[in-house]
């Protein structure tokens, strides 16, 4: 490694399952957000409207049981923007651009729902 080259950014692996059932894991940079992850990585069905700025719910996930407890509590703004989800809104929606990666969810895995508009 040269003196000018860079640390390579932590990543941590995200698996994101379509509601048709279609699964892809990849690996997305710490402190990135799950739906930056999606976009980065052309996940279908994350639309991502607004580019993050928790205004368009059309990032609308469910997040697996196993994860929720390690999960940032939801914001004032997401709690309000989940209530305009195209998808029926369930116990373990949250919306991905909220959903900032550290390395104790590794392995984070998340269903997309069946329409996001
Ligand atoms: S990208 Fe718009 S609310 Fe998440």
Redesign the pocket.
């Given at each position: 490694m040269s003196f000018f080259s860079k640390k390579p950014k932590e990543t941590v692996s995200v698996t994101y399952v379509s509601h048709n059932g279609a699964v892809r894991e990849v690996a997305v940079p710490v402190e990135n957000t799950v739906?930056e992850g999606a976009v980065a990585n052309n996940i279908e069905g994350i639309?991502?409207?607004?580019?993050?700025?928790?205004?368009?719910?059309?990032?609308h996930v469910y997040v697996d049981e196993a994860f929720l407890g390690q999960l940032e509590p939801i914001a004032e703004n997401e709690e309000e923007?989940l209530g305009n989800t195209a998808a029926p809104r369930q116990a373990n929606s949250r919306?991905?651009?909220?959903l900032k990666l550290t390395k104790a969810l590794n392995g984070l895995r998340v269903t997309t729902p069946p329409n996001q508009q």
């Open positions: 739906m639309v991502a409207e607004c580019g993050g700025s928790c205004m368009c719910a059309t990032c923007m919306l991905a651009c909220q």
